[in-house]
């Protein structure tokens, strides 16, 4: 699977599927809700070698995808060391720099 497929498949299954626990090449990474959003949905999952963190865009925040978040798109936030690298939103791929 291309990175673009891998992470539509993550953002389906999370935010479409409403599953606990994401499948990836055969292995399971549990969904686990944030303390202080509960909106938010975060895992670590390992994309050749490099951990990745995918969190649902809070449509409390200021984020620059805020506005669609609030108008009821579910978007989903990646990052690798640190950086966005990524979003998802309605089944579309957006990659940073």
Known sequence: MSLEETLISMWRQALVGGVEKIKLNGRLFP???????SACVKWNFDLDGEAVLGLEQ????????????????RIMQFLSEG???????????????
Not at 31 to 37: A, D, G, I, K, Y
Not at 58 to 73: C, D, I, K, M, Y
């Open 31 to 37: 969904l686990r809700r944030t303390p202080r959003r």
């Open 58 to 73: 809070n449509p409390e925040t200021s984020f620059r995808w805020v506005q669609l978040a609030r108008q009821g798109h």
């Open 83 to 97: 950086r966005y690298i990524a979003n998802v939103v309605d089944d579309k791929v957006t990659f940073y720099g």
